[in-house]
């Protein structure tokens, strides 16, 4: 048995070497904490959990559901989308259903890279924007997204060949790794230049909720004429606490939204009933589970803060997501600090390569654990002498 070249060219998946270590120290007995998930610590909010069970009782929804998603789904998508931003998204051409935007951004590619092509992504990264554009025959060009650029790409740096090589350019913004936000003055910007090179612009949105000390987070679709090129992927799974629920949805440019549902019609029958009737409690109801979610990540944020300073780090509170993209300390590669951390703390991080070769150097720390917890990574840290020595990173 022989499997594909096109798998065998995805680069290791790097999570998957944690996860084999981190099961190793726990079958040695380590009690292991782990800052490398983005998954919330919290139950889905009651409510959503009672519609699915009434929904689940419902036999009209035990049968295939149709492509793209109901007229209900839809429909609520776009009302929760002119509540939340202000914009008018038409629910038959410019809405679909996503199972989960992890799907939408690998059929995004799908639908407009093919061999040979460029896709633009930023670098580090959420990695299904490189791997993705590699199985499809297409080629990665990364932005570098950097502390000194606060994590916003400079478009004007992109050379004009790989500008005629592009079909599509993706960004996301709150950012994973980097916690980095964007205002509309850099949506505007964005959406100007896809327009002049004519590349459909893909906004990954998937953290457009979890914002904290009074910053909302734009939609890329508030920017005028923006559905002229550019899509914006959401998702259920970090706002409402439904990473396990596989849904979300794209909303955008009519022609881009087409594509999509024709490579997913081929592929998949779109969610469950049931979990879409959920989905839509969640975006009619109430909303105050957001609001708990986000003071609970905003203490741990600050614990998180007050430490990683005691400990030497330069290091400022994230307005958005919840990830601290911090440097490595000088002289330690980023595989060389996950490891350091596992094997002396019992405490899992990502090393920054893990996103994109521009994340060497760095390491991202997750806030989806109890505050004890997490204050214990850093009482382990401290006992280990796990700290940044800044006088070092100067020279
Ligand atoms: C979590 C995440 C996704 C995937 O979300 P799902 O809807 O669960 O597939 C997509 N993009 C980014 C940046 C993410 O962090």
Redesign the pocket.
């Known amino acids: 048995m022989e499997v594909s070249k096109r798998l065998k060219s995805i680069p290791p998946y790097v999570f998957a070497e944690i996860a084999k270590k981190s099961q190793a120290a726990a079958a040695r007995g380590v009690d292991v904490i782990n800052l490398g998930i983005?998954d919330p610590d919290q139950p889905t909010p009651r409510h959503i959990v009672d519609a699915m069970h009434e929904a689940l009782e419902n036999p009209i929804n035990h049968h295939y559901p149709p492509f793209g998603g109901t007229k209900e789904y839809k429909t609520a998508v776009a009302e929760w989308c002119k509540n939340r931003f202000g914009i008018d998204v038409d629910p038959n051409t410019e809405v679909t259903s996503l199972i989960?935007?992890?799907?939408g951004?690998h059929n995004t590619i799908m639908a407009f890279i093919d061999q040979g092509d460029i896709n633009i992504i930023p670098d580090p990264g959420?990695p299904?924007y490189r791997t993705s554009t590699i199985l499809a025959g297409g080629e990665p060009y990364f932005m570098p997204l950097t502390p000194e650029n606060n994590f916003l790409p400079d478009f004007d740096a992109i050379p004009q060949a790989v500008l005629d090589k592009a079909k599509l350019l993706m960004i996301?913004y709150p950012n994973?790794p980097t916690a980095g936000i964007a205002d509309l003055a850099f949506f505007e910007k964005a959406v100007a230049f896809c327009k002049k090179h004519n590349i459909l612009l893909c906004h990954?949105l998937?953290?457009s909720e979890m914002t904290y000390d009074g910053y909302k987070a734009p939609s890329i679709m508030e920017v005028k004429g923006a559905k002229d090129i550019a899509i914006e992927l959401h998702?259920l799974?970090?706002s409402y606490n439904m990473?396990g629920w596989?849904i979300?949805f794209a909303i955008g440019n009519a022609e881009a939204i087409k594509a999509i549902g024709q490579i997913k019609s081929n592929i998949d029958t779109d969610i469950f009933r049931a979990i879409q009737m959920a989905a839509i409690a969640g975006f009619t109801g109430p909303t105050d589970h957001i609001t708990f979610c986000n003071n609970l990540y905003v203490e741990r944020r600050d614990l998180a803060v007050e430490r990683l300073t005691k400990l030497g780090w330069p290091v400022k509170p994230i307005k958005a997501t919840f990830y601290m993209w911090l440097p490595t300390p000088p002289g330690m590669s980023s595989a060389e600090f996950s490891n350091l951390m596992l094997d002396q703390a019992g405490i899992v991080v990502p090393p920054g390569v893990a996103y994109g070769p521009g994340g060497e150097g760095f390491f991202r720390m997750s806030l989806c654990v109890e505050k004890e917890r997490l204050a214990e990574a850093f009482d382990r840290m401290a006992k280990h002498a796990i700290t940044f020595d800044m006088a070092k990173a100067k020279v």
């Open positions: 983005g989960g935007s992890k799907e951004l959420y299904v996301s994973n990954d998937a953290y998702s799974s970090k990473t596989r979300g």
